[in-house]
């Protein structure tokens, strides 16, 4: 089993919609949850972290972390095609982050 | 806004020659990080350090080498260069005890 799993892609969905990225964990020692953006070519650059259970927004994007499933969770609302990018999931551990595999979003105009 | 460089960017090299590749960072990270991935692939931590003169090796082989002499460099040696080694190299530097990465621009390595 992979440390960190991430809901197959790509995903794509209409201007406006709301695009919803799915990724569990292994390690139940994992205390820090992260959400980067990466577009093609490009190096990851952080969009989102999350260190507690709920939700957390900040403009469009909001995560979720739910300890007890071992979840994590990123929504984007109102996407536009500028969001197009694959996302990755990563999970500190220990002070080392491990990543998923990402999911490549795609927002149609 | 994060200051992390990464050089060269794009390297071409033949089989076998000795390579290094840099990374520097003026925000006076104590950790510092380097990832392998792959066109399409997962990022993979191949080295990281958390300070001077720490360098511990991550959690996928390679057959590259590190060093950390000064808190702001994190350069990455390959000895001898093989096409298996051909990929990008990512550097990523943090304070944060909870681990949130600042990345350089990548430098994407081909080995002929």
């Known amino acids: 089993q992979k440390e960190v799993e991430q809901n197959s892609g790509p995903l794509s969905v209409p201007e406006g919609a709301i695009a919803s990225l799915n990724c569990t964990y292994s390690d139940r020692v994992s205390q820090s949850f992260f959400w980067y953006r990466q577009y093609s070519g490009k190096s990851p650059e952080l969009i989102m972290s999350i260190y507690s259970n709920g939700d957390k927004e900040d403009g469009r994007f909001t995560a979720q972390l739910n300890k007890a499933s071992q979840y994590v969770s990123l929504l984007i609302r109102d996407s536009q095609p500028s969001d197009s990018a694959t996302y990755l999931c990563?999970?500190?551990?220990?002070?080392?982050?491990?990543f998923g595999d990402g999911t490549t979003l795609t927002v149609k105009p | 806004e994060a200051d992390i460089y990464q050089t060269p960017r794009y390297l071409v090299i033949g089989t076998g020659k000795k390579i290094t590749l840099e990374c520097s960072q003026t925000m006076g990270h104590d950790k510092m990080y380097w990832y392998q991935q792959d066109p399409g692939m997962e990022l993979h931590l191949i080295h990281y350090s958390y300070g001077v003169n720490s360098t511990e090796k991550g959690d996928l082989s390679s057959e590259s080498t590190v060093s950390r002499i000064r808190t702001e460099h994190f350069p990455l040696t390959l000895e001898s260069a093989r096409p298996s080694h051909t990929s990008q190299y990512l550097c990523a530097s943090t304070q944060s005890s909870a681990g949130e990465l600042f990345f350089g621009e990548g430098s994407r390595l081909t080995v002929l």
């Open positions: 990563a999970v500190n551990i220990r002070g080392k982050s491990t």
